[in-house]
T-cell receptor
Framework: RKEVEQDPGPFNVPEGATVAFNCTYSNSASQSFFWYRQDCRKEPKLLMSVYSSGNEDGRFTAQLNRASQYISLLIRDSKLSDSATYLCVVYTSGYSTLTFGKGTMLLVSP | DAMVIQNPRYQVTQFGKPVTLSCSQTLNHNVMYWYQQKSSQAPKLLFHYYDKDFNNEADTPDNFQSRRPNTSFCFLDIRSPGLGDAAMYLC????????????FGPGTRLTVL
């Protein structure tokens, strides 16, 4: 079983739409969770950390469900500039580094 | 104000010809990482350093070596590149430990002819 699984997409949405991505992780000992964004042929950059209580940053909302071992990212009022690949990233104690998912591609069209 | 710098940005080498990729950071971070990323795949960790302490991933081929001569610099040496080694190589840093935010350089895209 893959450690971090994501739907690769692409998710094609019009500007202004709301879109949600899910990610599942296999190790119940995982303790820290993040969403990174990667633009085409660029490096990954931290979008936001994911906290147990859920957290919001502008149009972006991240949620964590430990019981079901999944993380979600909700993007409201999509912009053209949101087009990118969104990487789900997990830190598991004992592994000493982050584990990246393959990413979900989002394409926002006019 | 680049914080993690990689050189060169594009590298073309011939099959079997050794190549060295470099990474430098101005963040004074303790941890440095090398990842390999192929198209539509997750970044794959090759190795990382906690300060001078080298950590090799179990499935990193022997063909890949690394050096960290000081806090700021880290090198990736590919001794005999094969066609399957063509990829984007990403360097990253984090402040103190593996769970801290990672800051990536722009990557070096390696082509093997």
């Amino acid at each position: 079983r893959k450690e971090v699984e994501q739907d690769p997409g692409p998710f094609n949405v019009p500007e202004g739409a709301t879109v949600a991505f899910n990610c599942t992780y296999s190790n119940s000992a995982s303790q820290s969770f993040f969403w990174y964004r990667q633009d085409c042929r660029k490096e990954p950059k931290l979008l936001m950390s994911v906290y147990s209580s859920g957290n919001e940053d502008g149009r972006f909302t991240a949620q964590l469900n430990r019981a079901s071992q999944y993380i979600s990212l909700l993007i409201r009022d999509s912009k053209l500039s949101d087009s990118a690949t969104y990487l789900c990233v997990v830190y598991t104690s004992g592994y000493s580094t982050l584990t990246f998912g393959k990413g979900t591609m989002l394409l926002v069209s006019p | 104000d680049a914080m993690v710098i990689q050189n060169p940005r594009y590298q073309v080498t011939q099959f079997g010809k050794p190549v060295t990729l470099s990474c430098s950071q101005t963040l004074n971070h303790n941890v440095m990482y090398w990842y390999q990323q192929k198209s539509s795949q997750a970044p794959k960790l090759l190795f990382h350093y906690y300060d001078k302490d080298f950590n090799n991933e179990a499935d990193t081929p022997d063909n890949f070596q690394s050096r960290r001569p000081n806090t700021s610099f880290c090198f990736l040496d590919i001794r005999s590149p094969g066609l399957g080694d063509a990829a984007m190589y990403l360097c990253a840093t984090s402040r103190l430990s593996g769970k801290d935010t990672q800051y990536f350089g722009p990557g070096t895209r390696l082509t093997v002819l």
